[in-house]
């Protein structure tokens, strides 16, 4: 077993994004305490930094890290400063900004308040945000820029520097997900059927594929909405979707992870739409949109990583907001054993029993957004507490 302070020094060779770790045991494991270069992430752009920081520091560390050293949590630190301490500033354009963010991240804001650390803001919320800028200030914020401005304080200045009126914002992240896009989409039916060709057998034999459910897939578009163990779990809603179904579906993935120099000839050929966490994020998430205005499927993790301890994480809110938007139902699926078939931090899958299972349809006409988030991940969790995988 390493000491903490070889832990540390590990996760500061491979990240220049953190300054400094702090490496502490709880009943789960080692646990980190990060300390962000703040500097080094606004010369790189990020405005992602929970994200940042699990794949390339976390992530990166786990991967080569015996089991009894690995980090199964950690927090990342925003600031030194109180911000409670802090003067607000008198002005009616700072009190429209902190009110559309009290609003947007259900948090109080103060001057030093950071907009991810802090306010918990994410890629939707950044949408958002830049809309709202725009729309009442007439101020064009882009993710490079923002990068560099992600304290209140900062970005009030930077729109005070750059305003040209101050009016209600009337457009909504509704509205821009509905402007048509000049990108269109790359069918690859025959790829798609290579794939699970080759696929589903090996999968079947090597994991022992229980298969349930598949008859809840409607044959009109639909949001297919699966748990998330591991990096087999793309693949494996892949091998396991009928072909009729499959050859009409399209795949949400990061960038970071398949835009690879060993997965980007696969995700180019394999109807994969490929987001950068950091960069486009409005276009991104037209073209998202655009698989169900053409009356496609879409398949999203709503968790957004792969679980660390089998139990699910928070489910984020974009696929209920296209779902809605869109009036397409979620497949819940769950996906089981993955986890123990391809963890963190390992290379090779272990011959696992795996199980999926695509759960009956969520229709959005009656529900709000949050409930379709909420029935979504209820369902995929009551269904994993009621038929456990037996290994």
């Not at 520091?57 to 089991?67: G, H, K, L, P, Q």
């Not at 639909?222 to 748990?227: F, M, R, T, V």
């Amino acid at each position: 077993m390493k000491s903490f302070k070889a832990v540390e020094d590990k996760i500061l060779s491979i990240s220049p994004l953190v300054k400094k770790v702090e490496i502490s045991r709880n009943e789960n494991g080692l646990h980190a305490t990060l300390y962000p270069d703040f500097d080094e992430l606004k010369k790189s752009n990020i405005i992602n930094i929970e994200s940042e920081l699990r794949w390339y520091a976390i992530e990166v560390y786990n991967f080569s890290a015996e089991d009894e050293d690995r980090v199964t949590s950690y927090d990342i630190v925003s600031t030194a400063k109180k911000l409670k301490d802090e003067l607000d500033i008198k002005s009616e354009d700072y009190a429209l900004l902190k009110s559309f963010l009290v609003e947007l991240s259900g948090k109080e804001v103060y001057p030093y308040s950071h907009m991810e650390l802090d306010l918990g803001l994410d890629s939707i919320n950044y949408v958002e945000l830049f809309i709202f800028i725009e729309q009442s200030f007439g101020v064009v914020v882009d993710e490079k820029t923002f990068s560099s401005m992600m304290i209140m304080k900062e970005l009030y200045e930077y729109i005070e520097k750059n305003k040209k009126f101050v009016k209600s914002s009337e457009k909504s992240l509704k509205d821009v997900l509905k402007e048509p896009i000049d990108k269109k989409l790359q069918y690859s039916p025959w790829i798609m059927y290579l794939y699970k060709t080759l696929m589903y057998p090996l999968f079947k034999i090597y994991f022992r594929l229980d298969i349930k459910g598949c008859e809840n897939i409607p044959n009109s578009a639909c949001i297919i909405a699966p748990s998330h163990q591991s990096m087999l779990d793309g693949f494996l809603v892949e091998a396991t979707l009928p072909y009729k179904i499959l050859k009409n579906t399209f795949f949400l993935a990061y960038k970071n992870v398949f835009g690879t120099a060993i997965l980007k000839p696969i995700a180019d050929n394999g109807q994969t739409i490929l987001i950068d966490a950091n960069e486009n994020l409005k276009q991104t998430m037209q073209f998202c949109a655009l698989p169900l205005k053409s009356n496609s499927n879409l398949v999203i993790f709503p968790e957004g990583a792969r679980s660390r301890d089998r139990k699910l994480l928070e489910f984020r809110p974009f696929f209920a907001m296209l779902s809605k938007i869109y009036n397409v139902p979620v497949i819940p699926v769950v996906i089981d054993g993955s986890f123990e078939a391809l963890r963190s931090g390992t290379s090779f899958p272990k011959p696992y029993k795996i199980k999926i299972k695509y759960l009956k349809p969520i229709y959005p006409d009656k529900l709000s957004v949050e409930e379709i988030v909420k029935k979504t991940k209820d369902e995929i969790a009551q269904e994993m507490i009621l038929n456990p995988i037996l290994i």
